[in-house]
Protein backbone atom coordinates (compact mmCIF):
# COMPACT_ATOMS: atom_id res chain seq x y z
CA UNK A 1 0.00 0.00 0.00
CA UNK A 2 1.42 3.51 -0.82
CA UNK A 3 0.74 6.24 1.26
CA UNK A 4 -0.05 9.64 0.26
CA UNK A 5 2.61 11.78 0.78
CA UNK A 6 1.48 13.88 4.20
CA UNK A 7 1.20 10.41 5.79
CA UNK A 8 4.63 8.75 4.32
CA UNK A 9 6.20 12.57 6.31
CA UNK A 10 4.13 11.69 9.23
CA UNK A 11 5.64 8.11 9.47
CA UNK A 12 9.02 9.39 9.24
CA UNK A 13 8.85 12.01 11.64
CA UNK A 14 7.18 9.42 14.02
CA UNK A 15 10.43 6.96 13.26
CA UNK A 16 13.19 9.67 14.13
CA UNK A 17 11.46 10.66 17.15
CA UNK A 18 11.15 6.97 18.02
CA UNK A 19 15.38 6.58 17.44
CA UNK A 20 16.24 9.78 19.26
CA UNK A 21 13.88 8.71 22.04
CA UNK A 22 15.44 4.96 22.80
CA UNK A 23 19.01 6.06 22.02
CA UNK A 24 18.45 7.27 25.24
CA UNK A 25 19.10 11.14 24.23
CA UNK A 26 16.75 12.27 27.06
CA UNK A 27 15.41 9.42 29.47
CA UNK A 28 18.43 8.24 31.73
CA UNK A 29 15.90 5.50 32.59
CA UNK A 30 16.93 4.03 28.89
CA UNK A 31 20.54 4.10 30.15
CA UNK A 32 20.82 1.58 33.34
CA UNK A 33 23.70 0.76 34.77
CA UNK A 34 22.28 -2.17 37.20
CA UNK A 35 20.79 -5.25 37.16
CA UNK A 36 17.33 -3.36 38.40
CA UNK A 37 17.26 -1.16 35.43
CA UNK A 38 18.27 -2.93 32.75
CA UNK A 39 15.25 -5.62 33.40
CA UNK A 40 12.74 -2.73 33.78
CA UNK A 41 14.48 -0.75 30.30
CA UNK A 42 13.83 -3.78 28.76
CA UNK A 43 9.64 -4.10 30.44
CA UNK A 44 9.47 -0.73 29.19
CA UNK A 45 10.49 -1.25 25.36
CA UNK A 46 8.63 -4.63 24.80
CA UNK A 47 5.39 -2.96 26.63
CA UNK A 48 5.65 -0.32 24.23
CA UNK A 49 6.22 -2.06 21.48
CA UNK A 50 3.25 -4.43 21.94
CA UNK A 51 1.00 -1.59 21.96
CA UNK A 52 2.49 0.13 19.41
CA UNK A 53 1.78 -3.08 17.46
CA UNK A 54 -1.90 -1.97 17.56
CA UNK A 55 -1.51 2.28 17.67
CA UNK A 56 0.82 2.54 14.66
CA UNK A 57 -1.24 0.42 12.17
CA UNK A 58 -4.42 2.53 13.61
CA UNK A 59 -2.65 5.91 13.28
CA UNK A 60 -1.01 4.80 9.43
CA UNK A 61 -5.09 3.56 8.37
CA UNK A 62 -6.55 6.96 9.66
CA UNK A 63 -4.52 8.65 7.11
CA UNK A 64 -5.02 6.19 4.86
CA UNK A 65 -9.04 6.11 5.28
CA UNK A 66 -8.83 10.38 4.96
CA UNK A 67 -7.08 10.28 2.59
CA UNK A 68 -8.76 7.91 -0.07
CA UNK A 69 -12.62 8.99 1.13
CA UNK A 70 -11.54 12.93 0.92
CA UNK A 71 -14.28 14.56 -1.09
CA UNK A 72 -12.06 15.27 -4.23
CA UNK A 73 -11.84 11.66 -4.87
CA UNK A 74 -14.08 10.23 -7.33
CA UNK A 75 -12.62 6.60 -7.65
CA UNK A 76 -13.70 6.30 -3.59
CA UNK A 77 -16.78 3.79 -3.61
CA UNK A 78 -19.54 5.13 -1.70
CA UNK A 79 -21.41 2.40 0.79
CA UNK A 80 -23.82 4.51 2.44
CA UNK A 81 -25.25 1.25 3.99
CA UNK A 82 -22.56 -0.77 5.09
CA UNK A 83 -22.59 -1.48 8.66
CA UNK A 84 -20.40 -4.97 9.41
CA UNK A 85 -17.35 -6.73 8.60
CA UNK A 86 -16.49 -10.38 10.32
CA UNK A 87 -13.08 -10.16 9.44
CA UNK A 88 -12.32 -6.93 10.69
CA UNK A 89 -14.29 -7.54 14.25
CA UNK A 90 -11.81 -10.56 13.99
CA UNK A 91 -9.15 -8.49 13.72
CA UNK A 92 -9.95 -5.49 15.83
CA UNK A 93 -10.83 -8.01 18.92
CA UNK A 94 -8.46 -10.67 18.81
CA UNK A 95 -5.01 -8.78 18.59
CA UNK A 96 -5.75 -6.18 21.61
CA UNK A 97 -6.75 -9.28 23.93
CA UNK A 98 -3.71 -11.13 22.45
CA UNK A 99 -1.42 -7.98 23.23
CA UNK A 100 -3.38 -7.50 27.22
CA UNK A 101 -2.77 -10.77 27.75
CA UNK A 102 0.50 -11.18 27.11
CA UNK A 103 0.97 -7.85 28.92
CA UNK A 104 -0.64 -9.45 32.11
CA UNK A 105 1.56 -12.02 32.23
CA UNK A 106 4.48 -9.86 31.76
CA UNK A 107 3.25 -7.52 34.51
CA UNK A 108 2.34 -10.69 36.92
CA UNK A 109 6.00 -12.08 36.72
CA UNK A 110 7.48 -8.64 36.74
CA UNK A 111 5.97 -7.58 39.61
CA UNK A 112 7.37 -10.40 41.47
CA UNK A 113 11.00 -10.47 39.99
CA UNK A 114 11.34 -7.00 40.66
CA UNK A 115 9.58 -6.36 43.80
CA UNK A 116 11.55 -3.01 45.75
CA UNK A 117 11.64 -5.23 49.36
CA UNK A 118 13.49 -8.33 47.01
CA UNK A 119 16.99 -8.95 48.12
CA UNK A 120 19.81 -8.97 45.61
CA UNK A 121 21.20 -11.95 45.82
CA UNK A 122 25.11 -11.47 45.29
CA UNK A 123 28.39 -13.14 46.80
CA UNK A 124 29.05 -9.74 47.70
CA UNK A 125 28.73 -7.94 51.11
CA UNK A 126 25.89 -5.55 51.03
CA UNK A 127 26.07 -2.00 51.60
CA UNK A 128 22.91 -0.83 53.75
CA UNK A 129 22.44 2.76 53.93
CA UNK A 130 19.17 4.15 55.48
CA UNK A 131 17.45 7.49 53.76
CA UNK A 132 15.70 10.06 55.35
CA UNK A 133 13.49 12.78 52.68
CA UNK A 134 13.87 16.36 54.58
CA UNK A 135 12.53 19.68 52.88
CA UNK A 136 14.54 19.82 50.63
CA UNK A 137 17.09 17.64 50.66
CA UNK A 138 18.19 13.45 51.60
CA UNK A 139 20.04 12.91 54.92
CA UNK A 140 21.87 9.42 54.46
CA UNK A 141 23.04 7.26 57.13
CA UNK A 142 25.59 4.26 56.76
CA UNK A 143 25.26 2.39 60.23
CA UNK A 144 27.88 0.07 59.96
CA UNK A 145 30.14 2.72 59.23
CA UNK A 146 28.94 5.14 61.63
CA UNK A 147 28.67 7.91 59.37
CA UNK A 148 25.60 10.03 57.61
CA UNK A 149 25.96 12.33 54.55
CA UNK A 150 23.79 14.68 53.02
CA UNK A 151 22.51 14.78 49.11
CA UNK A 152 25.61 12.02 48.25
CA UNK A 153 25.97 8.25 48.52
CA UNK A 154 28.57 6.33 47.23
CA UNK A 155 28.82 2.38 47.20
CA UNK A 156 31.35 -0.10 45.09
CA UNK A 157 30.27 -1.40 41.88
CA UNK A 158 28.83 -5.21 41.67
CA UNK A 159 27.86 -4.58 45.51
CA UNK A 160 24.13 -5.39 46.34
CA UNK A 161 23.03 -1.97 48.35
CA UNK A 162 20.25 -2.44 50.61
CA UNK A 163 17.49 0.81 51.32
CA UNK A 164 15.87 1.39 54.29
CA UNK A 165 14.16 4.71 53.63
CA UNK A 166 11.27 7.61 55.64
CA UNK A 167 10.22 11.18 55.44
CA UNK A 168 11.04 13.58 58.44
CA UNK A 169 8.27 15.81 56.82
CA UNK A 170 5.82 14.96 53.87
CA UNK A 171 5.89 12.43 51.28
CA UNK A 172 8.47 12.18 49.32
CA UNK A 173 10.00 9.44 46.52
CA UNK A 174 13.41 8.29 46.06
CA UNK A 175 14.92 7.87 42.67
CA UNK A 176 18.32 6.93 40.89
CA UNK A 177 16.62 6.56 37.50
CA UNK A 178 20.20 4.56 35.76
CA UNK A 179 19.98 2.19 39.03
CA UNK A 180 15.85 1.81 38.74
CA UNK A 181 12.65 1.32 41.00
CA UNK A 182 11.50 4.77 42.87
CA UNK A 183 10.01 3.98 46.04
CA UNK A 184 8.08 6.06 48.15
CA UNK A 185 9.23 7.65 51.72
CA UNK A 186 6.50 8.33 53.95
CA UNK A 187 6.70 10.01 57.61
CA UNK A 188 6.38 7.32 60.68
CA UNK A 189 7.17 4.49 57.78
CA UNK A 190 9.73 2.45 56.54
CA UNK A 191 9.99 1.26 53.01
CA UNK A 192 13.28 -0.64 51.43
CA UNK A 193 14.95 -1.07 48.14
CA UNK A 194 17.38 -3.04 46.93
CA UNK A 195 19.36 -1.90 44.00
CA UNK A 196 23.37 -2.52 42.47
CA UNK A 197 25.34 -0.72 39.89
CA UNK A 198 27.33 -2.73 37.38
CA UNK A 199 29.56 0.13 35.91
CA UNK A 200 31.83 2.74 37.98
CA UNK A 201 29.99 6.21 37.84
CA UNK A 202 28.05 9.24 39.25
CA UNK A 203 24.48 9.18 38.52
CA UNK A 204 21.36 11.44 39.41
CA UNK A 205 19.69 10.74 42.28
CA UNK A 206 15.95 12.68 42.86
CA UNK A 207 12.63 13.48 44.39
CA UNK A 208 10.19 11.67 42.28
CA UNK A 209 7.16 13.23 44.37
CA UNK A 210 6.23 16.94 44.49
CA UNK A 211 7.18 17.94 47.73
CA UNK A 212 7.14 21.70 47.84
CA UNK A 213 8.70 25.13 46.40
CA UNK A 214 12.49 23.62 46.78
CA UNK A 215 11.14 20.19 45.09
CA UNK A 216 12.90 21.04 41.91
CA UNK A 217 16.38 21.68 43.76
CA UNK A 218 16.09 18.15 46.03
CA UNK A 219 19.09 16.08 44.02
CA UNK A 220 21.73 14.07 44.80
CA UNK A 221 24.44 12.22 43.63
CA UNK A 222 25.04 8.39 43.56
CA UNK A 223 28.67 7.29 43.39
CA UNK A 224 29.52 3.65 42.22
CA UNK A 225 33.23 2.79 42.31
CA UNK A 226 35.62 0.73 43.23
CA UNK A 227 36.45 -0.91 46.67
CA UNK A 228 39.26 0.80 47.74
CA UNK A 229 37.19 3.84 46.39
CA UNK A 230 34.62 3.43 48.45
CA UNK A 231 36.70 2.89 51.36
CA UNK A 232 38.86 6.58 50.57
CA UNK A 233 35.18 8.09 50.82
CA UNK A 234 34.29 6.65 54.04
CA UNK A 235 37.42 8.21 55.17
CA UNK A 236 36.66 11.94 53.76
CA UNK A 237 33.53 11.66 55.05
CA UNK A 238 35.31 10.60 58.60
CA UNK A 239 38.09 13.71 57.61
CA UNK A 240 35.75 16.14 56.54
CA UNK A 241 32.57 16.28 58.60
CA UNK A 242 31.48 16.99 61.94
CA UNK A 243 29.09 14.82 64.38
CA UNK A 244 25.30 14.47 63.35
CA UNK A 245 23.66 15.22 66.50
CA UNK A 246 20.26 16.24 67.64
CA UNK A 247 21.14 19.37 67.42
CA UNK A 248 23.02 19.54 63.99
CA UNK A 249 19.79 16.79 63.11
CA UNK A 250 17.39 19.80 64.13
CA UNK A 251 19.25 22.99 62.59
CA UNK A 252 19.17 20.23 58.98
CA UNK A 253 15.67 19.56 59.73
CA UNK A 254 14.41 23.10 58.97
CA UNK A 255 14.00 23.42 55.41
CA UNK A 256 16.45 24.87 52.89
CA UNK A 257 16.77 24.71 48.97
CA UNK A 258 20.10 23.49 47.05
CA UNK A 259 21.80 22.36 49.90
CA UNK A 260 25.13 21.19 49.86
CA UNK A 261 26.61 17.99 50.19
CA UNK A 262 27.22 17.44 53.66
CA UNK A 263 29.49 14.84 55.88
CA UNK A 264 29.25 13.66 59.05
CA UNK A 265 31.93 11.96 60.29
CA UNK A 266 29.84 10.23 63.06
CA UNK A 267 26.32 9.26 63.58
CA UNK A 268 24.58 8.16 66.80
CA UNK A 269 23.54 4.47 66.90
CA UNK A 270 19.75 3.96 65.51
CA UNK A 271 19.83 7.76 64.49
CA UNK A 272 16.82 6.47 61.44
CA UNK A 273 14.90 4.48 64.26
CA UNK A 274 15.29 8.14 66.31
CA UNK A 275 14.12 10.30 63.38
CA UNK A 276 11.00 7.54 62.17
CA UNK A 277 10.11 7.89 65.62
CA UNK A 278 10.15 11.38 66.53
CA UNK A 279 8.17 12.02 63.20
CA UNK A 280 5.51 9.38 64.69
CA UNK A 281 5.47 11.37 67.56
CA UNK A 282 4.25 15.00 66.15
CA UNK A 283 1.58 12.91 64.31
CA UNK A 284 0.76 11.51 67.46
CA UNK A 285 0.53 15.41 68.56
CA UNK A 286 3.27 15.58 70.95
CA UNK A 287 4.81 18.76 71.63
CA UNK A 288 8.09 17.74 71.17
CA UNK A 289 9.28 15.53 68.71
CA UNK A 290 12.15 14.12 71.04
CA UNK A 291 10.01 13.36 73.65
CA UNK A 292 9.48 9.42 73.04
CA UNK A 293 11.01 6.84 75.35
CA UNK A 294 12.72 5.17 72.43
CA UNK A 295 14.31 8.95 71.22
CA UNK A 296 15.71 10.06 74.84
CA UNK A 297 17.53 7.02 74.87
CA UNK A 298 18.69 7.60 71.42
CA UNK A 299 19.74 10.76 72.31
CA UNK A 300 21.44 9.90 75.66
CA UNK A 301 23.59 7.12 73.97
CA UNK A 302 24.86 9.84 71.64
CA UNK A 303 25.78 12.06 74.18
Known amino acids: MKLPPFASIA ?3 LAVGAVLLLGGCSLEILD ?3 DIGMQEKTLLLTATGLMLLVVVPVIIMTLW ?3 KYRSTNTKATYSPNW ?32 DPYRPIESDRKPINIEVVSLDW ?17 AFPVDAPL ?12 FFIPQLGSQIYSMAGMTTKLH ?8 YAGISANYSGGGFS ?27 LTQESYATLFKPSQHTPVTYYSSAPAGMFDFILNSTMAKIAGVDSPFCTPTSKNLVAAAE
Open 162 to 173: NFRITSGTVMNS
Open 195 to 202: LIAREPGT
Open 11 to 13: ARV
Open 65 to 67: FAW
Open 137 to 153: KWLFIYPDYNIATVNEI
Open 217 to 243: GMRFKAIATSEQGFDEWIQKARADGSA
Open 32 to 34: PKG
Open 83 to 114: SHSTPIEIVVWTVPCIIVAILAVMTWKSSHAL
